[in-house]
């Protein structure tokens, strides 16, 4: 015969199990540009494999986002050359699951030319 006690933490395991799998799995990140006081940021969401590209200096350059993906292939670039306070967005499709490495950076959207000393650090993330 089952206690009061034996019930309530049947349904409490119940309910955990039920949120837990209900929950998906979203690590959405962020990164800046090195020594540039983040002149250049780019976003990732998770779900739906979303990036942004922010410029947020007016220093002349472009913000660039530089990533790769799982079957090795990168760096892929998305630029935004649209000036101090803009926005691009990328929206990819890729596996839930799978990881993507990126970085921003800056550079000249004419040459596709990008500054190495601006990049910031590295980051892997998963859709």
């Known amino acids: 015969m089952f206690t009061l006690r034996r019930l309530s933490f049947i349904a409490l395991a119940a309910t955990t ?3 837990a799998a209900a929950t998906p799995a979203l690590a959405d990140s962020s990164r800046c ?3 540039s006081g983040c002149a250049g940021r780019v ?6 494999e979303v990036f942004k590209v922010y410029d947020q200096k007016a220093d002349g350059h472009s913000a660039v986002l530089l990533y790769w993906l799982p079957d090795g292939s990168g760096p892929h670039r998305v630029w935004n ?7 691009v967005t990328a929206n990819l499709e890729f596996p839930e699951g799978d990881w993507v490495t990126y970085r ?7 040459p ?8 910031g650090a590295w980051i892997t993330d998963y859709a």
Do not use: D, M, R
């Not at 921003?104 to 004419?110: D, K, N, R, S, T």
């Not at 596709?112 to 990049?119: A, N, V, W």
């Open 17 to 19: 199990l039920t949120v």
């Open 33 to 35: 540009t090195s020594g």
């Open 43 to 48: 976003t990732f969401q998770s779900y739906g």
């Open 81 to 87: 050359p649209n000036g101090n306070g803009s926005s």
């Open 104 to 110: 921003a950076c800056l550079g000249e959207h004419g």
């Open 112 to 119: 596709k030319e990008i500054l190495e000393s601006t990049c």
